[in-house]
């Protein structure tokens, strides 16, 4: 099956299939599942929850991504049920008790999430490249402070390396740094990029277009971009 084979929301059989003809796997909506991809279902206009759809009229796609909910669905359920999704401004919004149900032939899974997972997965399968000199391994965990600093101060309006020293917040081990690697000595201390560029975002309200920026610009953030969007797109943003 090819790309274009794909439809652009894809039922679980036509997921599966697809997914299997680039892996050479089996694929199960709870497998699916596992490897995080989001589900949806169509929300046709309903004037007794207007509050969801906004200026939708027509309806709109909404995801499941509660814990809860894909539990149930990756264990089996006959059916689909929603206790929270997001509106059509992409507002997070727990729905009346006990939630709405649908059938699982409504499931949707979009196309670029389905790409995006065989990318990876291809990308995984292929033979792991010769092994980097030990000293590189703290790198895989995170980025030093001369790298964030380089990175994003910029683009804070705070004493950014004055932040990251004393580690208090979102720049601490309950945060963005990495917990323990700080433990010898603060020079160790290495902060996980994702993270703190979604903490600068939601604490210290640095807008997202030139943290994106920085991620498909410094050489050190180029390995940690695909995760950076994946959050973005868990995040809706």
Sequence with gaps: MSTTDLPFRAT????????????????T??????HE??????????AAHAELFGEANGGYLAPIFVAEDIARLAGGSTDVL?????????????????GFRRGLDELRFQKQ?????????QHAAQPAPAA???????????IGKAQAMLAFAGIVRLDLGKALDEAIGIFGDDGARVKASAKKSRRNAVWNPVTLALGLHDVYRVPLGPLKRAFKTHDFLLDWDANW?????LLGK
């Design 82 to 98: 929603i206790t929270t999704t997001k509106d059509a401004y992409r507002i997070v919004a727990r729905l009346p008790a006990p």
């Design 12 to 27: 679980i059989a036509e997921a599966c299939a697809w997914l299997a003809a680039q892996t050479g796997t089996p694929w």
């Design 29 to 34: 909506l709870a497998r699916l599942l596992a």
């Design 229 to 233: 969007e994946r959050s973005l797109q």
């Design 113 to 121: 999430d389905l790409q995006r997972l065989a990318g990876q997965l």
């Design 37 to 46: 991809v989001t589900p949806h279902v169509w929300l046709d206009y309903d």
């Design 132 to 142: 980097a000199p030990a000293a590189a391994k703290e790198s895989q965990l995170g």
